[in-house]
């Protein structure tokens, strides 16, 4: 009953902080519903008008001051392919997780997929905060506050975006998940595969955050050495 009550709040705030005044899409929306479409098996012309009515649709010109409408937004998103650098455009194709992972999502539902799997990301972001709450020892309430918080926060505001930052903040909230369950010896073997998940995942969606993660749980985990007990759990978090 606690799970369903979590994942019904995580729902609730995340189409509260969709909902608002903010664009749910930035110019680097283009690109990774692009991918995403691509790996669904849309061609690639109509993976690029696709992804910009994409981008285009999720712009509030009130709050972007933006001089363009919305087709010509799309012309000009569309052109994009051709005319941008390759060098910028291979910082995307560098970041496949999140168009990956939304690929099951725009096979069923066709580009509203795309939004769709953005969202479930976003409410197992706040699942995840919840059970990372309830390990560190907060009660159910409390464990609902900090859910609400993460929506009401700028993470929130991040994690509702048609951006990366949705599936890199859960592969976060994961990695942390299986950090704690070593620390405290639960689960070792799922807790350590859930821990080396997440932070693989994380170098596919964004790997410049992904090893900048690894980097502080280890550093972290080796920094507490000399004062651990027991120094097992912390040699397993510093060598994942």
Known sequence: MFFIIVVLLGSALWMLRWSGAASTTTPDTFWYARDALRYAGHSSADADLTAAKITCGGVNPDVTRSELTYAECVRYRTRLPA?????????FTSRPGYPLLTVPFVRVMGPAGFAAATAALGVACGVAVAVLALLLGLRPVQALIAETLFYLLPTGLWGTRLLAEAP???CLL???IGTVLLLRGSAVKAAAALLAGALALCCAVKPANGVALAAVLAAG???????ASSRRPLLLVAGI
């Open 174 to 176: 994961a990695a942390l």
């Open 221 to 227: 985990a080796l920094l507490a050495l000399p004062r």
């Open 168 to 170: 890199m903040l859960l």
């Open 83 to 91: 005319t941008a650098p390759d060098r910028f455009q291979r910082i």
